[in-house]
């Protein structure tokens, strides 16, 4: 403890602007030539980054750079357009005609397409079993339910990723592909999607979860504070001066 309260003053005293590196050693090979290149090559290596620091830096690599001027145009990434095997396109037209309602589909990233993984009769208790734990997937299913007496039926996308269990590679392409599935499956097959929801876990696909996600609560009215009105009728003019006797004086 006294060594490292009195560094500071040590170094001021020597002067500070002629310390080029410091060095930290528990043992005396920390302290030799070959520990001070070790020490030369951590500190010229990359920082420990966590997952999320990991992603984000590849994020940022695989970013469009463009130089800004007067003249220059800009490039925007529309993301990536893989295209539907053909037993996908059959079970998507089947899920807008209704005769099935799920549809599990996977991207082949080695072909580049989307292909089907299954169409098993699902329930609102069968979601949170349709959701693998160890890869993301795309789910459409057909909600079927009631809102203030009337009957519905509605289609809901489903977009399971489960954190950081998946490579970025594989998070980055399916967060890529998916608006432009979307598109695809909305314009060219006729699927109107009432809802789209992203999750980490099937457990959070329950009946209470999917209503409030298609029918969202409205936040009531609060009506502001209205101030009282005053009496009714003329209260006259102010008088700045009082009258006789208002002073308890006698005249």
């Known amino acids: 403890m006294l060594y490292a309260a009195t560094r500071a003053t040590v170094k001021k005293e020597f002067g500070g602007g002629h310390i080029k590196d410091e060095m930290f050693g528990t043992l005396k090979e920390d302290i030799c030539f070959s520990g001070y290149q070790k020490h030369l090559s951590a500190c010229s290596g990359p920082a420990p980054l966590t997952a999320a620091e990991q992603e984000l ?15 220059s145009k800009h490039q925007t990434l529309q993301g990536i357009s893989f295209p539907l095997q053909e037993e996908a396109r059959k079970a998507i037209l089947l899920l807008q005609q209704k005769k099935i309602n799920y549809v599990q589909l996977k991207l082949d990233t080695e072909n580049e397409t989307v292909e089907l993984v299954h169409t098993q009769p699902t329930e609102i208790v069968d979601l949170p079993k349709r959701v693998p734990k160890d890869s993301a997937r795309y789910h459409f299913f057909l909600y079927k339910h009631s809102h203030e007496g009337d009957y519905l039926e509605s289609f809901v996308f489903i977009y399971s990723m489960p954190g950081y269990k998946c490579s970025i590679k594989e998070r980055m392409l399916y ?46 009215y609060k009506q502001a504070f209205a101030k009282p009105k005053g009496p009714a009728g003329k209260r006259g003019q102010k008088r700045l001066i009082k009258g006789p006797g208002e002073n308890g004086d006698d005249s």
């Open 57 to 71: 830096q590849q994020i940022k690599i695989d970013e469009v750079k463009t130089d800004i001027s007067v003249e």
């Open 175 to 220: 967060s890529s592909c998916k608006n432009r599935l979307l598109d695809e499956i909305e314009l060219d097959y006729g699927v109107d999607i009432a809802k789209k929801i992203e999750i980490d876990n099937g457990d959070e696909l329950t009946a209470d979860f999917l209503y409030e996600e298609v029918h969202p609560k409205q936040h009531a």
